[in-house]
């Protein structure tokens, strides 16, 4: 049985229902459901900030792990348990180290460091602190009158000191992100292989690497340990330089390093104050510095002190002695020693042969930058002023049209970004179009120099516009497209003539500078708040045109192809069939410009046609910007000079600057000429960049200019001989032409520091030269001079060679001629001898041997008569 039992209506109306309870207690389970979220809310963002903290952390601790040895990196803060000369009697008497306070303590077996803080435990709670802050080094400049300076002596330790050679100059004639990227890397595989050796890293000073062995821990090899380091790295750099060439262009693979060791004492320490450091000073430190400084490249140069650590331990014949003494400050001469290990210890017979020092290195083949020790001993056995990895010519050249082909590339995907922003396509990544719909017509093929050269080239309307042309991740052109750059590219280095200047390597050069130029421009921004609209307008629309940035590259690509290594004067003098075709008139670069331009317009780069221009319109602003700039480096034609000069004074120096107010039609042309003259300026100054980079760059290819003038001087082809006013010829070219030029990129207004770099390095290489320049003309006067005697003896032997071995051809001739007779002359006395008595024939026999053995053939009698 069930039963109910429910209110009645009396009931209900008598006491009433109420809904109090439901919403109290609805509002109990919300305020619960509220606090849980959150907590777990609070709790994910206090996971999130230990985990920026522990990355933090973790990141500082790694670079002062790279700073300081682990001997200085215990605990930083444990200063305070020494008691200090000022602390007071109640401090002294509540230390947990007092032994008076803690007579428990004296049985255990206590250790010098637990009772005296030694300054190697302060070396190493120094180095062992995670973050050495600000405010850390405030504390620590608080504390000198009071802290002891943290320092110690070691006795037995080996310092290095590399340093590169030539990183002055390639630097000058690179941008600073490419300076960096190969100090990183070096210096980067320097960490590696040191970690791996147990050598300690103490600082980079500029390109100077120090390393030092023996410290913390004191070690009876570290000599040893250190000379194999320094193999090692010299072995490193040269790899990595090579590979990093077609990234960093020409020049990269010829850079060197020098390397100084030598062992003795040293003092470490930390130099406290802000951004405390730890450093190494002493004696040790200048003799390896000396020992670098003196070297040469490639080289690694060893004081006595150390090759004797290195003969004790069996390492002698690692070493060869240096030829002449070196200089060290306050050791006056001192015999140094080459590091030049083998695998194992040469014996008498091929020692020599072991250690040979000729500079053929070829072929020790290091293309994967990893081989066996034995392999790496072998190749440093064999060469070491060369060190190489298959670096013949093909292979250099090889990387810099890689180089070429790559820098060309970078510009061409800001044209493709830039179409795929204007199509207002939904995927601003996605690939330039296999086919393209313009097909150039014939018309458009054909490059005339008979029209009158544009004044100004008309930038596109866009150039203004607020889309910056920046390069996405995944932005890429047609693989067709790029294979066919590649191509392109090498077909125009082998159309390079063999010239001591005007070669694929004073192209690339010019590639290079105009890269540099270009990158200076398109990153002018005066702060950051600036729009890219307010920078293209300032950069004349330059900034915002890829097109035109493509074009310049390319022109300093091709403005010497074929060039003879002669001015246009003497190809005119010569009545060259070039003259005729232009009009006497900048045959070089016309020649050059008709080469570059004809082969692009073969059908089998009709996909990197398709990826430059679009239309007949991009197709004739090509052209036009290529005329201009590459016609723009005869700086020789007086007639286009004068006329750069009016074209300069009426965009930059306006007599009347109001009238170019008057509508916005002028305005555009103004902007567009002063566009034109700004690239006709990169050319220019791309085309003699060397003036304006560093005194050894300038060097280099002065005396490469001479020897191609020279040459052609001695050839017939020069009306002047280069001998004559090499000196006062260089200055002048200087005053009148270099030094306006640097001043006219300050003038531009676009290049930001990199103006002020050119015209400092202009004034300076003229100051140089003018101190040393009689000097350096002197000497590569009797330098070519000395060669090209050389070449005459050469040439003339080989001629002497020539007509004896045509005489001896002639005699060869008669004696045929005359054999015959003397063959039956022979025999008719052969006949004779046969009818002779056999004993006389044994005495002919005997007079020829000797105990079984021939004797020689020719021989002295007593008399001094040779008997054959």
Not at 243 to 269: D, I, K, N, W, Y
Not at 417 to 432: A, W
Not at 532 to 540: I, K, L, P
Request: with cysteine; proline share 4%.
């Amino acid at each position: 049985y069930t039963f109910e039992v429910y209110p009645t209506d009396l009931l209900c109306n008598s006491y009433g229902v109420s809904n109090t309870p439901t919403f109290l207690a609805l509002i109990a389970c919300c305020f619960v459901v509220l606090s849980t979220l959150v907590f777990f809310i609070y709790d994910y963002f206090v996971n999130y900030r230990q985990k920026v903290i522990i990355q933090q952390a973790a990141r500082s601790t790694r670079i002062v792990h790279s700073l300081y040895p682990a001997f200085v990196r215990d605990n930083l803060f444990q200063n305070e348990r020494k008691p200090s000369v000022t602390a007071s009697a109640d401090e002294v008497e509540d230390d947990p180290l007092s032994a008076a306070n803690e007579p428990n303590k004296r049985k255990l077996k206590l250790k010098v460091s637990d009772l005296v803080d030694t300054p190697a435990n302060q070396l190493k709670r120094f180095l062992s602190h995670p973050i050495p802050s600000k405010n850390y080094d405030l504390n620590m400049v608080s504390e000198l009158d009071v802290m002891d300076p943290i320092a110690e002596v070691f006795e037995n330790t080996t310092v290095m000191i590399a340093d590169i050679e030539g990183f002055t100059a390639w630097c000058s004639e690179r941008e600073p992100t490419q300076v960096f990227r190969l100090l990183e890397t070096v210096y980067r595989a320097f960490d590696l292989e040191g970690s791996k050796a147990g050598v300690f890293k103490v600082e980079t000073v500029g390109d100077s690497y120090v390393a030092v062995t023996g410290l913390p821990d004191a070690r009876e090899d570290h000599a040893i340990m250190i000379a194999k380091y320094s193999i090692k790295c010299l072995l490193k750099f040269n790899v990595l330089a090579k590979r990093l060439e077609p990234h960093l262009g020409p020049g990269t693979a010829s850079l060197g390093m020098r390397f100084g060791l030598h062992s003795g004492p040293v003092t470490a320490g930390v130099l406290r104050g802000e951004k405390s450091r730890f450093q190494l000073f002493g004696d040790t430190i200048n003799v390896a510095s000396r020992m670098e400084s003196t070297g040469e490249k490639n080289m690694i140069q060893v004081s006595q002190d150390t090759a004797d650590l290195l003969t004790s331990a069996g390492k002698g014949h690692w070493l060869v002695p240096r030829d002449n003494p070196v200089s060290a400050k306050g050791k006056g001469l001192v015999q140094t020693y080459w590091l030049q290990p083998n695998k194992k210890r040469p014996s008498m017979n091929t020692a020599s042969m072991r250690l040979s020092v000729d500079g053929s290195n070829d072929g020790y083949g290091m293309a994967s930058g990893e081989r066996e020790e034995i392999e790496v001993h072998r190749a440093l056995s064999r060469s070491w002023k060369n060190i190489n990895i298959e670096n013949g010519v093909s292979i250099a050249k090889e990387r810099l049209i890689r180089w070429n082909a790559a820098i060309l590339e970078s510009f061409l995907l800001k044209i493709v970004e830039q179409r795929n922003v204007k199509d207002g396509g939904d995927d601003p990544v996605s690939p330039l179009p296999e086919v393209n719909d313009f097909t150039p017509s014939e018309k458009d093929k054909i490059l005339s120099f008979a029209e009158i050269l544009c004044e100004k080239v008309m930038f596109p309307d866009d150039s203004y516009s607020e889309e910056y042309p920046v390069v996405l991740v995944g932005t890429s052109i047609n693989p067709k497209a790029r294979a066919q750059l590649l191509e392109y590219v090498a077909i125009i280095a082998s159309m390079y003539r063999d010239v001591p200047f005007h070669n694929f390597d004073h192209a690339s050069h010019v590639t290079m500078s105009a890269n540099k130029l270009l990158n200076r421009v398109c990153t002018a921004f005066v702060s950051e708040e600036e729009d890219f609209a307010s920078v293209a307008a300032r950069t004349f629309g330059i900034s915002a045109d890829p097109l035109a940035q493509f074009v310049i590259v390319f022109s300093s690509l091709v403005h010497d192809v074929d060039h003879q290594g002669v001015p246009n004067a003497q190809l005119v003098k010569e009545h060259d069939p070039l003259c005729e075709k232009y009009d006497n008139r900048s045959v070089a670069e016309k020649r050059s410009i008709a080469i570059a331009w004809d082969i692009l317009m073969e059908d089998r780069f009709v996909d990197l046609q398709g990826a430059i221009f679009t239309n007949s319109r991009e197709m004739m602003r090509f052209r036009q910007l290529l005329m201009n700039t590459v016609l723009a480096t005869d700086i020789a034609d007086k007639e286009r000079s004068a006329a750069g000069k009016i074209r300069w004074q009426k965009a930059f120096h306006p007599s009347n600057p109001d009238v170019l107010d008057d509508t916005s039609e002028k305005q555009e042309n103004i902007r567009s000429l002063k566009a034109t003259l700004v690239f006709e300026q990169i050319m220019q100054a791309s085309d003699v960049s060397h003036t304006m980079q560093h005194w050894h760059t300038f060097k280099k290819w002065n005396k490469r200019l001479y020897s191609e003038l020279s040459k052609a001087y001695r050839e017939g082809r020069g009306a002047t001989d280069p001998r004559e006013n090499w000196y006062g010829g260089e200055i002048g070219f200087f005053d009148f032409y270099i030094i306006p030029l640097a001043k006219k990129l300050r003038e531009c207004g676009v290049f930001g520091s990199a103006a002020s770099e050119y015209l400092d390095y202009a004034v300076e290489n003229r100051r140089r030269w003018e101190e040393e320049g009689k000097e350096i003309a002197t000497k590569m006067v009797s330098d070519y001079d000395a060669l090209h005697l050389r070449d005459e003896v050469l040439d003339e032997e080989d001629s002497i060679d020539l007509q004896r071995e045509e005489e001896n051809n002639d005699e060869r001739e008669d004696f045929e001629q005359s054999g015959l007779s003397s063959i039956m002359s022979y025999n008719e006395q052969g006949n004779q001898r046969e009818e002779e008595d056999d004993d006389e024939e044994v005495s002919a026999l005997d007079s020829t041997t000797y105990s079984g053995r021939e004797t020689p053939l020719d021989v002295s009698s007593e008399n001094g008569d040779e008997i054959v």
